[in-house]
């Protein structure tokens, strides 16, 4: 059974594998982006008391979901790496830290836009806002860290370990708001128990968040399949399917 | 531990103390930019007492820490060029003891001393006795915790030339949950609230560390040797 | 909403429309890099290809 798994990630085979999924997740994150778009932003009612700014929610939230769950995919793409040696985990990990910091990032500055006119304040250093400024950190860390390292094998364990190390801020940056007094929302919304939103603030909302997951796959696998042609371009197979590429 | 584990572990200590000792520069240079960073606030800000006094323990703080980060190169760097490193690694011994070693011999060279110079800089920065007493319980919680987190980011970049820069990128962000609580509690305390919450988190960081970042840096070191 | 409506947001105008777009140009820019890459190191291996063979 190893086997077959070893198999099936190989470079040649996530390749084709993600040639083909590729287009349709593509088309599945248009649609998604642009149904969520036009329900966040026309047809969602106003909010009672931020009017028409809480509509930065549809962009905020999902930005900061995503910064946290592409972390988590980071750190067990790298675990993998550091224990079974594969080199496809390697090239998934490296893929996920461009994006995973521009959706930190993005959390971040929607968040100052919308709290300046909500809260007066373009920032505060409450518990969320810090970790969250703590995982762009992480996020540049680790690049950076891959980087400086000469050996590209060296370079991917280290910042594997990096990666581990790091994902200590995550649950930090989800159960801030739970644990200290802070100017940001208690969580509305949880696994299981339901939602505090309106639904038709809350569907949007979901839609939006599917559009980003699927968003990121796209880029995941786009970002990955460079990674591998880069790595693989004097391999056979790539010369024997250089014309369907 | 069993006895051969324990009598490394006690070998590497005194060989790394002793080696730390000699060096001079290695122990003493940290010491005096913490007192020269700290004396460059006043200087800059201004020497009114209820201004300092206000933002004594987060000056203090801050200085302690980049001068704890400053001083992390040393642990690794001189075994790691020539050669011991490598040796530890492949030796007999279990690595994660012998690092262990090294981390607790960098605290007990860089991280008491800061502690122990603090109440001076206190009195320079017109902190009240209470919130010296205070900040060196705070800097003795939380100075072990810097020397461990620290060694993970020399671990992972010794091998990388002039990494020092790299190296504040990554351990200055894992350092700032361990400033929050350690300057928050002189804060809190000297507002007259109660400091255990903080002192019990700055335990709670120093008990996960003192469990967790050996075997990171351990891990580390293998992949940069 | 009207189209008025839709541009001027309530009077946060700037502040939606900023961040939306902000999300816009990062997003878009995450699609056309790596399409830009994939493109050069196509045409590398082409290029490869077509000198081992020639020779």
């Known amino acids: 059974m190893w086997k077959a798994i070893k198999r099936l990630t190989s470079f040649k ?27 966040g932003l026309v047809i969602a009612p106003i909010d009672y008391l931020q009017k028409d700014s809480y509509r930065i929610l549809y962009i905020h939230v999902p930005a900061a979901w995503m910064s946290l769950f592409v ?42 836009i919308w709290g300046q006119p909500t809260w007066g304040t373009w920032w505060v250093w409450d518990a969320r806002l810090t970790s969250e400024l703590v995982l762009l950190f992480l996020y540049i860390g680790y690049m950076a860290l891959h980087s400086a390292i000469e050996d590209r094998a060296s370079a991917a364990r280290a910042a594997a370990i990096l990666a581990i190390v790091g994902l200590v801020n995550i649950p930090i940056i989800h159960f801030s708001v739970n644990w200290w007094f802070t100017l940001h929302q208690v969580a509305s919304i949880s696994v299981g128990k339901g939602s505090s939103l309106h639904p038709s603030m809350y569907w949007p909302l979901m839609v939006m968040t599917a559009a980003f997951k699927f968003y990121f796959a796209t880029v995941l696998m786009m970002t990955a399949r460079n990674e591998i042609l880069e ?15 | 531990m069993t006895n051969t584990s324990l009598k490394a572990f006690n070998a590497m200590v005194r060989r790394d103390f002793t080696l730390a000792l000699r060096n ?10 913490f007192i020269l960073a700290c004396s460059l606030f006043p200087l800059g800000i201004g020497p009114e007492p209820n201004t300092l006094e206000k ?43 012998l690092v262990y070693a090294k981390i607790l011999v960098h605290w007990l060279i860089t991280g008491i001393p800061l ?57 200055l962000p894992l350092y700032i949950p361990v400033l929050i609580f350690g300057a928050g509690a002189v804060d809190v305390g000297l507002g007259g609230l109660d400091t255990s919450g903080h002192f019990l988190l700055m335990a709670a960081i120093l008990v996960l560390a003192i469990t967790l970042a050996p075997l990171a840096t351990a891990a580390a070191l293998k992949v940069s040797v | 909403m009207s189209l008025n409506e839709f541009f001027y947001m309530g009077g946060y105008a700037f502040h939606v429309w900023t961040s939306y777009g902000l999300t816009l140009l990062l997003l878009v820019l995450h699609i056309v890099l790596p399409i830009r890459r994939r493109k050069q190191l196509l045409r590398r291996i082409h290029k490869t290809i077509k000198r081992e063979s020639a020779s």
């Open chain 1, 231 to 245: 790595r693989d371009q004097n391999s056979n197979w790539v010369r024997e399917e250089e014309k369907n590429l």
């Open chain 2, 55 to 97: 933002i004594a323990p987060g000056i203090i703080w801050v200085t302690a820490l980049l001068a704890a980060m400053l001083s992390l190169d040393g642990i690794f760097r001189s075994d790691f060029e020539d050669g011991s490193l490598e040796q530890q690694i492949l030796g007999p011994h279990p690595f994660t003891i």
């Open chain 1, 13 to 39: 085979n996530f390749y084709r594998f993600s040639g083909k999924l590729l287009p349709w997740f593509g088309a599945i994150t248009l649609v998604l982006f642009l149904t969520g778009l036009y329900w």
């Open chain 1, 71 to 112: 972390y988590i995919v980071m750190a067990a793409s790298g675990a993998i790496h550091l224990v079974w040696k594969t080199k496809l985990s390697e090239v998934i990990a490296n893929s996920c830290a461009p994006i995973g910091a521009t959706f930190t990032f993005l959390a971040l500055v929607t968040g100052a």
């Open chain 2, 24 to 33: 001079k520069s290695e122990w003493a240079n940290p010491l005096f930019f």
């Open chain 2, 115 to 171: 502690m122990l110079l603090s109440p001076l800089l206190g009195v320079i920065l017109h902190l009240p006795a209470d919130g010296i007493i205070l900040l060196m319980i705070s800097l003795l919680l939380g100075t072990p915790v810097l020397s461990l987190i620290g060694s993970i980011g020399v671990a992972l970049t010794v091998g990388v030339k002039r990494g020092g820069m790299l190296l504040s990128l990554l351990v």
